[in-house]
């Protein structure tokens, strides 16, 4: 079974940075397509940014310039450095992994087959 772990999520005032972390628990797993997504009281979860095994990376339009998603596949964790973060950033960010897909990753939530219990993202104006 594949666990992920987030951490590093807080409360920062707005134009301020955070860096997210998320930790797989198996190596073996940590090639594959990966991804931050994001869910706001009330309302749907989306996508944030997605990266595959080469570093490719789509971002959404809302956070393209400020986020910035990176992994590293020899310490199993997926990063997203947020900067100039926005009182509607805040929301539970969770990291998933999609163990079907190694490129060419989806931006479909449900494509993703292993998610993590998220880490609150809080941005005061």
């Known amino acids: 079974q594949v666990q992920l772990v987030e951490s590093g999520g807080g409360s920062v005032q707005s134009g301020g940075s955070l860096r997210l972390s998320c930790t797989v628990s198996r190596y073996t797993y940590s090639g594959y397509c990966m991804g931050w997504f994001r869910q706001a009281p009330g309302k749907e979860r989306e996508r944030v940014a997605v990266?595959?095994?080469?570093?490719?990376?789509k971002y959404a339009d809302s956070v393209k310039g400020r986020f910035t998603v990176s992994r590293d596949n020899a310490k199993n964790t997926l990063y997203l450095q947020m900067n100039s973060l926005k009182p509607e950033d805040t929301a539970m960010y969770h990291c998933a992994i999609d163990t079907k897909r190694w490129s060419s990753c989806s931006i479909d939530q449900y494509e993703y087959n292993y998610w993590g219990q998220g880490t609150q993202v809080t941005v005061s104006s």
């Open positions: 990266i595959d095994s080469f570093g490719i990376t």
